[in-house]
């Protein structure tokens, strides 16, 4: 089975502060994702990366940086955490040949 | 990229049969329809994906018209744990990153 794990299932940060939001898969997969999830507004793709350093934009990626040197690891960076930023967090992973994504369990982050 | 439109919520009641239709107007022509599950606090769980006509998996099936402006996915003889949210997503296949949109989703609530 895939296993796409992330790093915390909670998080409360402070205003400012920079937060850093780990996501490993152990299926060598080159596609993975950052989104976030809010009440009424579904998933939204914040950045995707189709290979090791390599990284695109997705719909919101205002106040994000993503890292991704190693092929099983993708970090989400909040350089400076605002209140908005508060959200549930997914992580998910896709093989080069599949459509299928795979999700992580989720972070929920809360800034105050 | 195509938008999607699903209905915000549905009831059901178990063993009944429930259809959800999802609108995709602008779908592109290299554009497939996948739907995905997600059960509160975890992430969204592939469910089926087609391009045209009729799928059927051991989970649901979705049926595909000949214009692919919408589609219907289909849950037999749904049960209480099948309560969940239903996202649609349109996108291509295989692109690099995969930029996949997800919308509200629907509220799928089986009642007793």
């Given amino acids: 089975d895939v296993k796409v794990t992330q790093s915390s299932r909670y998080l409360v940060k402070r205003t400012g502060e920079k937060v850093f939001?780990?996501?490993?898969?152990?299926?060598?997969?080159?596609?993975?994702f950052w989104y976030r999830q809010d009440p009424g507004l579904g998933l939204r793709l914040i950045y995707f990366?189709?290979?090791?350093k390599m990284k695109e934009k997705g719909d919101i990626p205002e106040g994000y940086s993503v890292s991704r040197e190693k092929k099983?690891?993708?970090?989400?960076?909040?350089?400076?955490?605002?209140?908005?930023?508060?959200?549930?967090?997914?992580?998910?992973?896709?093989?080069g040949l599949q459509s299928e994504q795979y999700f992580g369990p989720g972070t929920r982050l809360t800034v105050t | 990229l195509a938008k999607t439109t699903q209905p915000i919520s549905m009831d059901s009641y178990e063993g009944q049969e429930v259809n959800i239709?999802?609108?995709?107007?602008?779908?592109?022509?290299?554009?497939?329809?996948?739907?995905?599950?997600?059960?509160?606090?975890?992430?969204?769980?592939?469910?089926?994906?087609?391009?045209?006509?009729?799928?059927?998996n051991e989970v649901a099936s979705l049926f595909i018209p000949a214009d692919r402006k919408s589609s219907t996915l289909s849950l037999p003889r749904v049960s209480l744990s099948d309560t969940a949210v239903y996202y649609c997503l349109?996108?291509?296949?295989?692109?690099?990153?995969?930029?996949?949109i997800f919308g509200q989703g629907t509220e799928l609530s089986v009642k007793p």
């Fill in chain 2, 21 to 56: 239709t999802c609108s995709h107007n602008n779908i592109a022509t290299n554009d497939y329809i996948t739907w995905y599950q997600q059960f509160p606090s975890q992430g969204p769980r592939f469910i089926i994906q087609g391009y045209k006509t009729k799928v059927t």
């Fill in chain 1, 49 to 52: 990366s189709y290979d090791v």
């Fill in chain 1, 21 to 32: 939001l780990e996501c490993v898969q152990d299926m060598d997969h080159e596609n993975m």
């Fill in chain 2, 90 to 100: 349109v996108g291509p296949l295989y692109n690099q990153g995969g930029k996949l």
């Fill in chain 1, 72 to 95: 099983e690891r993708f970090s989400l960076i909040l350089e400076s955490a605002s209140t908005n930023q508060t959200s549930m967090y997914l992580c998910a992973s896709r093989g």
